[in-house]
């Protein structure tokens, strides 16, 4: 065993890169909302972006661990403490057998990742550890569960400056096989609109809304239902765009108005409620430069990787949320 | 049915896909032709090919783009796609009927009176009509394991509605433009729910977690809800009750 779960959020799932190859059967990829998470946390622990983590959607847990453990934590930065001792996020740590993880709220984003060395070693379904909970795919993590993992050969004390995907902003979308449905000046319209994302938000995909008409594609409560891909932006009847994240339905009906770059899509994923995000069509071939020149980031985030100075000066974003917190308390 | 004039059409699918659509409705040769160019893929395991599917009369293929960019990929699928006409081909071989046990309308599916409404019928008329309807799973999709079931007459192509439901149960019977969707797990939906079945197209627990395959056929045929009930209590294989029979080519 490796760290025993003593409290934990309402939505905190195993995930890794997802389960390809059943999109004939309708069970979508599934896999970490937060890709990028992954490869940081692998990065971190000198181990394959194919392990799995612990996804917590917005609130983390209290974790104790069984063995000594190495341990990453990515994603949306949360309030991190070990035995009451703040550490920080983005970063590799140590934890003795018997010491207490506590992990509290998202203080940006959304999705915080718990990362083991050697990988969350949970059982493999059609070839992935990731749970699916829309499909019935295993389920979310629960109090009095033990998180397993392969034995690691990592060490730990060490960090990594992410890109800053927290706050929504702009998302390169590509022209999809539905956009055409649409008229330019819909499309135009739908290019020029700045969305905030809306309350309805889960792996599943996020809502986004905007003022003024929605946007409508010629016909489309008769359109023949047709393959859905990750990242796809669909209209309902009422016009409203939905962002389709990992546990999508693999089929809809629902126009497509574009697909949002797969580099794109954690940052999709990240953005918290109200925030504002826009949209910009490039061509295939730009996309599929800007995607492999992603791949080759994501290839080198290893060299990125620093060791971890426990300097007061160094501690990132966490302590100046609580600092903020004070103030607000001390001018009442 | 009459034949679909329509010459395949080609698109790309975000990044990495290609989609061959062969008819912009729903056509029984169109959806065999999809069926059987996915099957030519399988067959073929192109270097570079990471998964293909089917939708109602289109066919799925995605690549890695790290190995291959549609910009090379689509032109050699125009040339197979061109090797023969693909409206001719014929169903998969290993299909199966099942029929199932199904409550139309009551609060279990209240949607049956709406829908029964908007296709002109009286609900015990739409009753009839849609439990002697044989239909055929043209695919599957949206959910694991889900079939999308069809065609049904030209009365029951109603539209979907502009609003979701926010929540139908599993096994539940839902129905818009000439087709059943048969829920594998509660869902939001556009579409109506007409009939409340007990039949697990998806069963994670079992070795063959996936129970229809794109061809078999369907045939609902009414129940009370007492004897739904009843089926629920004794349903560990999944089947809800329904039979299974291999349908001879």
Known sequence: MSLIVHRIGPSCTIQDLGRNGFLSQGLSRSGAADQIALHEGAALLGQSPACAALEMAGIGGEFEAGKDTQIALTG???????DGAAVPWNASHLLLTGQRLTLGSAVRGNYGYLHLGGGIDSDVFLGSRSVHLTANVGRAVQVGDILPSASSHGEAGFK????????????????????????????????????????RANRMGMQLESDGEGFAAAGQLNILSEVITIGDIQMTGTGRPFILLPE????????????????????AAQSPADCAIRFKFVSLEEATEIQAAHSVELARLPNRVEPL??????????????LIGGMVSATD | MT????SPEFRTVGIDGLLVTFADRMAEDANRAALALRGEFEKRAWDGVEETSTSLASTYIRI???RSSLAEFVPRVQQLVRTRDWYDASLPPGRVLW???????????????????????????AIKRLSQSRVRVLTIGFAPGQPYLGPLGAEFNIPRQKDLTPKVPAGALVMAISQFVLFAGPAPTGWRHIGQTAFRCFRPEMQNCFALNPGDEMLFHPITPDELDQIRENNSDGNGGATREEIVA
């Open chain 1, 76 to 82: 949306a930065p949360m309030q991190a403490s070990i």
């Open chain 1, 160 to 199: 990594l400056r992410p890109d800053d995907r927290f706050a929504g902003g702009e998302l390169r979308v590509v022209a999809s096989f539905q956009t055409a449905l649409f008229d330019q000046e819909t499309l135009n319209r739908f290019a020029r609109t700045e969305f905030r994302r809306g309350q």
């Open chain 1, 248 to 267: 999508c339905q693999t089929t809809g009906g629902y126009p497509r108005i574009a697909t949002v770059l797969p580099c794109d899509l954690s940052r």
């Open chain 1, 309 to 322: 100075i426990r300097d007061p000066n160094d501690i990132p974003d966490l302590l100046s949320y609580q």
């Open chain 2, 3 to 6: 034949r679909t004039n329509h």
């Open chain 2, 64 to 66: 890695d783009p790290t």
């Open chain 2, 99 to 125: 029929r199932v046990p199904t409550v139309f309308g009551t609060e279990l599916a209240p949607q049956l009176d709406e829908a029964a409404k908007i296709a002109g019928l009286t609900p015990g008329e």
